[in-house]
């Protein structure tokens, strides 16, 4: 089975550390990845999207990158600011991509930063 | 449109009434997908459109859902008899989906489904 797993669940930090993000995945063989992030109430906003050829993007203070052979993408957000606080998800697109490109998302890691 | 529009935004319901839920893509997306994200919980594939042909309803949970996209642009998720382990949020997604490298997903704010 196909699955994504997020660890830590929670994450509580200072205003400005910079901090990691993790998501591991059962299958190494990927589309693609793409991290989220989604505010209490809201719908999901894109942050990265990796495809399977790439080890990592960057947006600015966002740093993703992809290991396919271990299974794992972290994200890296430097510096982090009060308004970073949310819950920050990954989903990883599997094959058979004739049904769609369909996302299965892990758990997420609710972020708190701390002024 | 500019993003993708999803109405209601709340919605609360009698346990056995029947709603229906509104998605607006992106224009000119080519994909539409319909996931539902319990309280505290990672979204969970419902459905998929390639214009107005589903694709693959593998994740509705019971025959009660409906999903349609008659002409390729807008969408409804319909529950009927509505039961109280259906609320959740339900979020619509879509993307280019003209190959692989088309497939970033945009997702609508979601309706709050209460069934009560």
């Known amino acids: 089975k196909q699955e994504v797993t997020q660890i830590p669940a929670a994450l509580s930090v200072p205003e400005g550390e910079n901090l990691v993000l993790n998501c591991s995945f059962t299958?190494?063989?990927?589309?693609?990845l793409q991290w989220f992030r989604q505010d209490p109430g809201k719908g999901l906003t894109s942050l990265l999207l990796?495809?399977?050829?790439?080890r990592e993007q960057t947006s600015g203070r966002l740093n993703a990158s992809l290991d396919k052979s271990s299974g794992r993408s972290t994200l890296y957000i430097a510096a982090s600011q009060p308004g970073d606080s949310a819950t920050y998800l990954c989903?990883?697109?599997?094959?058979?991509?004739?049904?769609?490109?369909?996302?299965?998302f892990g758990q997420g890691t609710e972020l708190s930063v701390k002024p | 449109g500019a993003g993708v529009s999803q109405s209601p935004r709340y919605k609360v319901a009698k346990r056995g009434q029947d709603v229906a839920l509104r998605c607006d893509p992106i224009?000119?997306?080519?994909?539409l997908f319909w996931y539902q994200q319990a309280l505290g919980q990672g979204p969970e594939f419902l459905t998929y459109?390639?214009?107005?042909?589903?694709?693959?309803k593998s994740g509705l949970p019971s025959d009660r859902f409906f999903a349609e996209r008659p002409e390729g642009s807008v969408s409804t998720l319909k529950i009927q008899r509505t039961q109280q382990e259906d609320s959740a949020v339900y979020l619509c997604?879509?993307?280019?989906?003209?190959?692989?490298?088309?497939?970033?997903?945009?997702f609508g704010q979601g309706t709050r489904l209460t069934v009560v």
């Open positions: 997604a879509s993307s280019l989906g003209e190959g692989q490298g088309n497939t970033e997903a945009f």
């Open positions: 299958d190494s063989a990927i589309y693609n």
């Open positions: 990796i495809q399977s050829s790439q």
């Open positions: 989903a990883v697109r599997f094959p058979p991509y004739n049904q769609g490109g369909k996302l299965i």
């Open positions: 224009s000119g997306h080519v994909s």
């Open positions: 459109f390639q214009n107005e042909a589903q694709l693959d």
